[in-house]
């Protein structure tokens, strides 16, 4: 299958922004690229708004740029010229689009300094973002149900959310609501259980939307480290050797056992 050049443009800024998407990605098949690369490429575009500028104003209007593309796609109407719309616009249905809104508009959350308010409140963060677009993806694939989908989406969210701690820290955020060792293991607890039920209903993902899941490769090990050694979250010591992060990625790809 030949790429358009926008489509290789969208894979180029997944390459650059989020790596380990990018190799999830790789490991599809070649069919499913053409829905990974525009959607992790929005992941990135949207993830990085906040973080472009000092200026809230600017930060919001970047975020609502992007909730007016996707509108054009829900609605029907003229989609702007775009490296990364175009290509979404070509397939998302209205509806997927529409819910990618939610997406969007819970990342105002990085623009300010604001602690969570409470754990619904960070619940509802993880399951809008990573558990959004992980559903999204999934839908556009294939059949899927989406409180598994949702389940395992906010589990690699929370896997994730754990490795980018310092990074958030440093950034003058305040990430987490109980950052004590026994606050991140009962987070940790949360995302295991949500995960080992997502993989306990594994049959009600069809094998052409598993690629959806490929970019969750990494939650199990991240969750269990976090559990066993709750200080590697605050250090940003949350990670697997290069072997075993590409061996296991393998060893999902080819037997869809996420």
Same mark, same amino acid.
């Given at each position: 299958m030949e790429f358009s050049d926008d489509l290789n443009a969208c894979a180029a800024l997944v390459q650059r922004g989020d790596p380990?998407?990018?190799?999830?990605?790789?490991?599809?098949?070649?069919?499913?690229?053409?829905?990974?690369?525009?959607?992790?490429? $929005?992941?990135?575009?949207?993830?990085?708004?906040?973080?472009?500028?000092?200026?809230?104003?600017?930060?919001?209007?970047?975020?609502?740029?992007?909730?007016?593309?996707? /509108?054009?796609?829900?609605? #029907?109407?003229?989609?702007?010229?775009?490296?990364?719309?175009?290509?979404?616009?070509?397939?998302?249905?209205?509806?997927?689009? /529409?819910?990618?809104?939610?997406?969007?508009?819970?990342?105002?959350?990085?623009?300010?300094?604001?602690?969570?308010?409470?754990?619904?409140?960070?619940t509802k963060y993880i399951d809008e973002s990573a558990g959004a677009l992980t559903w999204v993806t999934a839908c556009v694939l294939g059949d899927a149900k989406? /409180?598994?989908?949702?389940?395992? #989406?906010?589990?690699? #969210?929370?896997?994730?959310?754990?490795?980018?701690?310092?990074? $958030?820290?440093?950034?003058?955020?305040?990430?987490?609501l109980d950052g004590t060792p026994d606050g991140v293991r009962r987070m940790a607890q949360e995302a295991l259980d949500r995960l080992a039920r997502a993989r306990a209903n594994r049959g009600a993902v069809s094998p052409e939307a598993r690629p959806a899941l490929l970019a969750g490769w990494q939650a199990g090990p991240i969750l269990h480290q976090a559990m066993r050694a709750p200080d590697r979250v605050a250090s940003g010591a949350l990670e697997q050797s290069e072997f075993k992060r590409r061996a296991s990625l393998m060893w999902v790809a080819a037997t869809g056992r996420w």
């Open positions: 380990d998407r990018f190799l999830a990605a790789m490991a599809a098949p070649v069919a499913a690229r053409k829905v990974l690369f525009p959607l992790y490429a $929005l992941n990135v575009e949207v993830a990085r708004a906040p973080w472009v500028t000092q200026e809230p104003m600017i930060a919001e209007m970047r975020l609502q740029w992007w909730r007016d593309a996707l /509108s054009e796609i829900a609605s #029907g109407q003229p989609v702007r010229r775009h490296q990364v719309v175009t290509p979404l616009a070509a397939v998302l249905s209205a509806e997927q689009a /529409s819910l990618l809104d939610e997406y969007v508009a819970v990342r105002r959350w990085d623009i300010y300094k604001d602690p969570f308010d409470d754990t619904r409140h960070f989406e /409180s598994v989908v949702r389940d395992f #989406g906010f589990a690699a #969210g929370v896997a994730n959310w754990f490795r980018a701690i310092p990074e $958030l820290e440093a950034r003058g955020r305040i990430p987490l």
